[in-house]
Nanobody
Framework: VQLVESGGGLVQAGGSLKLSCAAS????????MGWYRQAPGKQRELVAS???????NYADSVKGRFTISRDNAKNTVYLQMNSLKPEDTAVYYC??????????????WGKGTLVTVSS
C-alpha cells in the first residue's frame, strides 16, 4: 500500500490550500483516514481524522478553519485549509488504517507534504 500526498506549498497568511492523499495497492477496506502535522522542533500531532461512516474529529487549533473529507470510491482523503496562519507551517502527513488481507487493519503513512504559511 502507498499513500501519496499532494497540494502542499507556500501561501500567505489568510490564504487557503487543499491537500489530497490517495491510497493505492491491494486494499479491501479503509477504516479511519486522517492528517497529522509536524512543525520543526515539535512532535507530530493529529490535525483531523475521519472514520469510515462517522463524523470527523479536529484539533482545537484548526476547528472552524480546516475541513477533512474523503472519497471512498477513490480511496482518497482531503484536507481543505482556510484562514491559514504562520503557525500552521509544518509537514503534513496522511494516515490510513487499511485492511489488505483477512480481517487485520494496519496503519500506513504517507511521506508528507510541506505547507509553509508566510506572515
Amino acid at each position: 500500500v502507498q499513500l501519496v500526498e499532494s497540494g502542499g506549498g507556500l501561501v500567505q497568511a489568510g490564504g487557503s490550500l487543499k491537500l489530497s492523499c490517495a491510497a493505492s495497492g491491494t486494499i479491501i477496506s479503509i477504516n479511519a483516514m486522517g492528517w497529522y502535522r509536524q512543525a520543526p522542533g515539535k512532535q507530530r500531532e493529529l490535525v483531523a481524522s475521519i472514520p469510515s461512516g462517522r463524523s470527523a474529529n479536529y484539533a482545537d487549533s484548526v476547528k472552524g478553519r480546516f475541513t477533512i473529507s474523503r472519497d471512498n470510491a477513490k480511496n482518497t482523503v482531503y484536507l481543505q485549509m482556510n484562514s491559514l496562519k504562520p503557525e500552521d507551517t509544518a509537514v503534513y502527513y496522511c494516515n490510513a488504517n487499511i485492511r489488505q488481507y483477512g480481517s487485520i487493519y494496519m496503519n500506513y503513512w504517507g511521506k508528507g507534504t510541506l505547507v509553509t504559511v508566510s506572515s
